[in-house]
């Protein structure tokens, strides 16, 4: 089956740590893969997408990066986060099936920077 | 600059009547458009699409019309129910692109 894994779910981290936010998918091969950024009050944010290996679209220009090291797996890093990054960063998968066109999310991690 | 725009934040309607979210677009290349839902600390689920070939979709009780010169279109929930409380989130895909553009979300709260 087609499934897709976003880790950790919650995650506080101080001002000016690193962030690694891991996503992968499984039962598929060369998917196109998103991040996405909900911050409070606010709706999806577009921040990467990556359409394969080593291929990275970056939307906002801001203090995060994304690296696709295997064809499953997309990785949202930082090397010094800021208290704006805090946020729900969802990672999704865009999907096509039976003429239907649209994503299917990870489950989300809440990053709070304190 | 917004491209696609949920101009109410929040909707409350009374279980069992009708809900009706609203959602615009500036783009005319816009080809393809989704709604999802999402609950508190949970990724979005799919709902429902409709292609801009057509003007309407119906799953169940959920129904996407689409008015392509006005550049709007709405999802109805009928009838509603306490379970339908949650944020929907309308998006949109610029034809021959990658990625969906998100609206800024409508908080919907039916009341039991």
């Known amino acids: 089956s087609q499934t897709i894994h976003q880790w950790p779910a919650t995650l506080v981290q101080p001002v000016g740590s690193p962030l690694s936010l891991e996503c992968t998918v499984e039962g598929t091969s060369n998917p196109n893969l998103y991040w996405y950024r909900q911050a409070a009050g606010r709706g999806l944010q577009l921040l990467f997408y990556s359409v394969g290996i080593g291929q990275i679209s970056s939307e906002v220009p801001q203090n995060l990066s994304a690296s696709r090291p295997q064809d499953r797996q997309f990785i949202l890093s930082s090397k010094k986060l800021l208290l704006s990054d805090s946020g729900f960063y969802l990672c999704?998968?865009?999907?096509?099936?039976?003429?239907?066109?649209?994503?299917?999310f990870g489950s989300g991690t809440r990053l709070t920077v304190v | 600059d917004q491209q696609v725009k949920q101009n109410s934040p929040s909707l409350s309607v009374q279980e069992g009547r009708i809900s009706i979210l609203n959602c615009d677009y500036t783009n005319s290349m816009f080809d393809y458009f989704l709604w999802y839902k999402k609950y508190p600390a949970e990724g979005p689920t799919f709902l429902i699409s409709i292609s801009s070939i057509k003007d309407k979709n119906e799953d169940g009780r959920f129904t996407v019309f689409l008015n392509k010169s006005a550049k709007h279109l709405s999802l109805h929930i009928v009838p509603s129910q306490p379970g339908d409380s949650a944020v929907y989130f309308c998006?949109?895909?610029?034809?021959?692109?990658?990625?969906?553009?998100f609206g800024t979300g409508t908080r919907l709260k039916v009341l039991a």
């Open positions: 999704a998968w865009r999907k096509r099936t039976g003429g239907i066109d649209g994503y299917t």
């Open positions: 998006a949109a895909n610029p034809s021959g692109t990658y990625k969906y553009i």
